[in-house]
C-alpha cells in the first residue's frame, strides 16, 4: 500500500543523495562556467578519490571526514597541474580539443586504476556506519545526513571564496569577460588552472562524504558524473546554484523513479531529464545563455 | 584520382595479407581492428570533416549490432537482411539524435554531452528490455554457411570486412571531392560565415550524421555476426564510443586514411602492452589514454597529418623554386 509517510522518506532519501551529486555538480559547473568546457575526467578524478580516501582509512586509519581535509588540498593541487601542465598546453585553447583531452586524461586514470587496484568492488566499515536519527516517522542515515549537511557547508565556503577574495574575483572575471580580464592584467591560464583545481577539490571532498556508505571500484565514479552531467544542464552549466537546487532535484527525480518503477528505469529517468533540458531548454533553469 | 588509386593499392596489399599469413591470432587480431577502423571511419565523416565531436557514437554501433541480432534470433530473417536492416536502422538512429541535437542549436560541449546521454540511454534501456534479451545479451545460433553471414575460416571474415572498410574508404574519398563535402568542410570551419553563404548548415551536419551512422552501425552488425553475441556492455558501452573517436584523431582526423592508420597503431599498441604484462587488465587502455592526449599536444593533425608535412618538407627541399612560387601566388 501506498503511504504518504513512504513517498515522504523516499524524498528525504533523495534529497539526502541529492547533496552529494549537487557537489560532484558543482565542481562540474565551475569548471564549465569558466573553462567553457565540459571537464569528461570528472568521473575517474571521482573514483580516483574515492580510492584515495579508502587508502586513507585502510592504510592510515584515517576516517574519511578527517581525511577530507587532506584530501581537498591534495586533489586542489592535482587538479591545479592537470589543468596547467597537461590540459592547458596539450589543447592550445581549442575546445574540442580540451574536451578531448579531458577524455584521454579520464580513460588513462581509469585505467592506471583498474591496473593498479584491480576491478574488485570494495567498501569500508566505519562504527558510524549503518547508525540512523529516528525523526519520528522514518530513519535516516547518519552518514548521509552528515554529507548534506557538508555539502552545504562547502557551497556556502565557496561562495565566500568567490565573493570576498582576490583570486574569487579574478575567476568571475574571468568566466564573464575572458579577454577584459586578460588584458586588465589578470593571468588567465593560472585562473583557469585555480578553477580546475577547485572543481576537483570538490569531488574530493564528494569522496570523502560517499565512502561511508558507497563503495569504490576503479569505475565508481561514473555513475555519478553522468547524473552531475544532467544536474549541470538542468540546472544551467556554470550556474553554482542551480547546481546545488539540480543536484536536489535529481536526488529526489532518482529515488521516487526508483520506487515506482525499480532501480534501473529510475537511472532512465534522469537520462530523459538530461536529453529533454538539452533540447528544450539548453541553457538550463538558472543559466544565463547557452 | 591519386587517392583512388592510394585506396585500391591499399586494399589489394591488405587482401593479400590471408596468403601470407594463416596464424588465426594475427587474422583475428586484423579483424578485430579493421572492425574498429570501420567504426572509426563512421566517426571520421561527421566529427573529421563535419567537425561534429561525437562521444556517444555506441548508440549506432549498438543499434547495428542489436537489428542484426534481434531480427536473426526472434524473426528468422536472413542474417544479410538483418545486417541491411541494421544499417539502416543506424542511419535512422543518427538521423533521430541528429535532428534533434542540430535543430536546438547543440554545439560543442553541448553536442558531446547529448551525443553520450543518447548512448546511455539506450544501454539502459537494453540493458531491461526483453526484446535484449536484457542482462544476459543474445548469442545467435551457430550457422557456418556464407548465406547466413558466418564464415568457417578467419580469412573470409577478414576479407569481409575488408571490403566493408573499402566501401568507407570509397565513401570517404567521395565525400571529400564532392559539393556536399565542400559545404560540410565549410561548416566545420566557422558555421556561421558557411550560413551566410547559403549552406544550409543544419541539413549539411544531419546528412554527415546519417551516413556517419550508417557506417558505424555496419561496424556493430559484423560484430555480431564475428562474435555472435551482443549484451547492452559491448553493444552501448563507452569502450566503442572512445575507440571510434580515437582511431581516427591518432590516424589524422578528416582524412581518409586516417581511421585506418589509427586503428592499426592504436589496436597494436594495446596489444603491445598485453604482450608486456599478460592478462592484467588496464594497461592497453592506458595507453590509448596517454596516446590520446600525447596525439592532440604534439600531432593535432594525427599520423597521417605528420607524413603529409613530412613530404612536403622533402619536396620543399627539393623544389625550392617553384615551391616559392606557388607560395607567392598564395600569399
Redesign the interface.
Known amino acids: 500500500m501506498l503511504s504518504p509517510l513512504i513517498l515522504i522518506t523516499a524524498v528525504l532519501n533523495g534529497l539526502l543523495a541529492g547533496a552529494v551529486y549537487a557537489l560532484v555538480a558543482l565542481g562540474l559547473t565551475l569548471i564549465?562556467g569558466v573553462l567553457?568546457?565540459?571537464n569528461?575526467a570528472h568521473g575517474a578524478l571521482l573514483s580516483a578519490a574515492l580510492f584515495a580516501a579508502f587508502l586513507a582509512w585502510q592504510k592510515l586509519g584515517l576516517d574519511p571526514y578527517a581525511a577530507a581535509f587532506l584530501l581537498a588540498p591534495a586533489f586542489f593541487v592535482l587538479g591545479y597541474a592537470l589543468q596547467r601542465f597537461?590540459i592547458g598546453?596539450?589543447?592550445?585553447g581549442d575546445?574540442?580539443?580540451m574536451?578531448?583531452?579531458t577524455?584521454?586524461?579520464?580513460?588513462?586514470?581509469?585505467?592506471?586504476?583498474?591496473?593498479?587496484f584491480?576491478?574488485d568492488t570494495r567498501t569500508i566499515e566505519l562504527p558510524y556506519g549503518f547508525r540512523t536519527i529516528d525523526i519520528g516517522f522514518t530513519f535516516l542515515a547518519v552518514p548521509r545526513v552528515t554529507s548534506f549537511v557538508a555539502v552545504f557547508v562547502v557551497a556556502l565556503a565557496l561562495w565566500l571564496f568567490m565573493a570576498l577574495t582576490d583570486t574569487g574575483k579574478a575567476i568571475r572575471a574571468v568566466a564573464r569577460e575572458k579577454l577584459g580580464a586578460e588584458l586588465s592584467g589578470i593571468d588567465v591560464s593560472h585562473v583557469y588552472a585555480m578553477t580546475f583545481g577547485l572543481g576537483t577539490a570538490c569531488v574530493a571532498i564528494a569522496a570523502c562524504l560517499l565512502i561511508p556508505t558507497y563503495y569504490v571500484n576503479?569505475s565508481a565514479g561514473n555513475a555519478f558524473v553522468?547524473i552531475a552531467?544532467?544536474i549541470v544542464?538542468l540546472g544551467g552549466?556554470g550556474s553554482v546554484p542551480g547546481a546545488l537546487i539540480g543536484g536536489l532535484l535529481i536526488g529526489v527525480v532518482e529515488s521516487l523513479g526508483g520506487f515506482f518503477f525499480g532501480e534501473?528505469?529510475g537511472?532512465?529517468g534522469i537520462?530523459?531529464i538530461?536529453?529533454v533540458v538539452?533540447?528544450?531548454r539548453?541553457r538550463g533553469l538558472f543559466g544565463a545563455s547557452? | 584520382m591519386k587517392d583512388a588509386w592510394l585506396i585500391g593499392a591499399v586494399v589489394a596489399v591488405l587482401a593479400a595479407v590471408p596468403l601470407a599469413v594463416h596464424s588465426n591470432v594475427v587474422l583475428n587480431f586484423l579483424v578485430v581492428t579493421l572492425m574498429i577502423a570501420l567504426a572509426g571511419q563512421g566517426w571520421n565523416i561527421l566529427g573529421g570533416y563535419g567537425g561534429q565531436y561525437s562521444f556517444g557514437h555506441a548508440a549506432f554501433f549498438g543499434t547495428g549490432a542489436y537489428v542484426t541480432a534481434i531480427l536473426q534470433v526472434r524473426y528468422g530473417i536472413n542474417a544479410w537482411l538483418c545486417f541491411a536492416a541494421g544499417i539502416a536502422a543506424g542511419a535512422a538512429t543518427g538521423a533521430i539524435v541528429g535532428f534533434l541535437a542540430f535543430r536546438a542549436g547543440l554545439r560543442s560541449s553541448y553536442f558531446a554531452l547529448v551525443t553520450l546521454a543518447f548512448a546511455e540511454v539506450l544501454r539502459i534501456v537494453a540493458s531491461v528490455a526483453p526484446i535484449t534479451g536484457a542482462g544476459v545479451g543474445l548469442l545467435v545460433p551457430l550457422d557456418l554457411r556464407a548465406q547466413s553471414f558466418q564464415f568457417p575460416s578467419r580469412a573470409a571474415f577478414y576479407l569481409v570486412i575488408l571490403a566493408l572498410v573499402a566501401i568507407a574508404l570509397m565513401i570517404a574519398q567521395t565525400l571529400e571531392r564532392s559539393r556536399f563535402g565542400a559545404w560540410l568542410i565549410a561548416v566545420r570551419e566557422n558555421e556561421d560565415a558557411a550560413m551566410a553563404l547559403g549552406v544550409d548548415a543544419i541539413a549539411v551536419k544531419l546528412g554527415a550524421m546519417v551516413i556517419s551512422a550508417a557506417i558505424t552501425a555496419a561496424a556493430g552488425g559484423f560484430y555480431v555476426q564475428y562474435f555472435l553475441f551482443i549484451d547492452a556492455p559491448i553493444a552501448y558501452g563507452t569502450w566503442i564510443s572512445v575507440e571510434a573517436l580515437l582511431t581516427p584523431i591518432i590516424g589524422g582526423v578528416g582524412t581518409v586514411f586516417g581511421p585506418l592508420v589509427g586503428a592499426l597503431v592504436v589496436k597494436s599498441l594495446g596489444e603491445g602492452a598485453k604482450l608486456v604484462t599478460g592478462d592484467v587488465p588496464g594497461l592497453d587502455l592506458m595507453t590509448y589514454g596517454a596516446v590520446l592526449v600525447l596525439v592532440i599536444a604534439f600531432a593535432p593533425r594525427g599520423i597521417v597529418g605528420v607524413f603529409a608535412d613530412a613530404r612536403a618538407g622533402v619536396v620543399r627541399r627539393l623544389k625550392p623554386s617553384e615551391n616559392a612560387v606557388g607560395e607567392a601566388a598564395r600569399g
Open positions: 564549465y567553457h568546457i565540459i569528461f597537461v598546453p596539450a589543447s592550445r575546445d574540442r580539443n574536451l578531448l583531452v577524455l584521454g586524461l579520464a580513460v588513462l586514470i581509469e585505467n592506471a586504476l583498474l591496473y593498479a584491480r576491478a576503479p553522468l552531467f544532467t544542464v552549466m534501473s528505469l537511472q532512465l537520462f530523459l538530461f536529453i538539452l533540447l528544450v539548453p547557452a
